[in-house]
């Protein structure tokens, strides 16, 4: 069973607020990824880090942005929550020998 | 731009029947290929993978995938589905020989199984 984990699990906000999604894992994996993902569509990767204080950003735009102080932590921000950014944003981590390891995604709603 | 492509957005089954869903992806050199299964509540977990040697690889729960590279596919088969098996399916590729380490995976749109008793 994966030891990654993210909070919130859900979350409705209204325009303008600022938020923080967090992910932790337990693993001690170096390499960490945000993904955002809509219904019926593919996976887009928007942040990856692949230690601590390395970060960069993914294929897809995003105004998120990430940090990465601690190996085991890798929350993303939202600074000004707009409605286009509702969507279920995904945290992984990986050794980098092929599996990577999800959380249960947090789901965003902006009002 | 890499892309992979998943045949079938919903594909609806009963149990016993044979499943087999497509992939097929767009970048012509080394590849690093996973089916990645989301059952309904549920994180997403790794089903199968493919780095190099026997194009036919086995996964957890029955399934297998074949790779093909003259037709840049990666089909995931099972002979006879469960219920349990409804799910949402993701093909996955990496460029590239060495998995995770030097690249990031590119997904699918995702493949719906729906399977009825």
């Known amino acids: 069973e994966a030891d990654i984990y993210q909070t919130p699990r859900y979350l409705v906000i209204g325009t303008g607020k600022k938020i923080t999604l967090e992910c932790s894992q337990t693993m001690g994996h170096d390499k960490m990824y945000w993904y955002q993902q809509d219904p019926g569509m593919e996976l887009h990767l928007i942040h990856y880090?692949?230690?601590?204080?390395?970060?960069e950003k993914g294929d897809l735009s995003s105004e998120s942005t990430v940090s990465r102080i601690r190996t085991e932590h890798f929350p993303l921000t939202l600074e000004s929550a707009r409605p286009s950014h509702t969507s279920q944003y995904l945290c992984?981590?990986?050794?980098?020998?092929?599996?990577?390891?999800f959380g249960e995604g947090s789901r965003l709603t902006v009002l | 731009a890499q892309s992979v492509s998943q045949h079938n957005h919903h594909v609806i089954l009963s149990e016993a029947a044979s499943l087999e869903l497509g992939c097929n992806y767009s970048y012509g050199g080394t590849v690093n290929l996973f089916w990645y299964v989301q059952y309904p509540g549920q994180h997403l977990q790794l089903l199968l993978k493919?780095?190099?040697?026997?194009?036919l690889v086995k996964g957890i729960k029955g399934f297998e995938a074949e790779f093909i590279k003259s037709k840049f596919s990666f089909n995931l088969r099972k002979p006879s589905v469960q219920w349990s098996d409804t799910a949402e399916y993701f093909c996955?590729?990496?460029?590239?020989?060495?998995?995770?380490?030097?690249?990031?995976?590119?997904f699918g749109q995702g493949t719906i199984l729906t399977v009825h008793p």
């Open positions: 992984a981590s990986t050794l980098g020998v092929g599996e990577l390891f």
């Open positions: 493919y780095f190099s040697g026997d194009p």
């Open positions: 996955a590729v990496i460029k590239g020989a060495g998995g995770t380490s030097y690249g990031k995976l590119t």
């Open positions: 880090s692949y230690g601590v204080n390395s970060t």
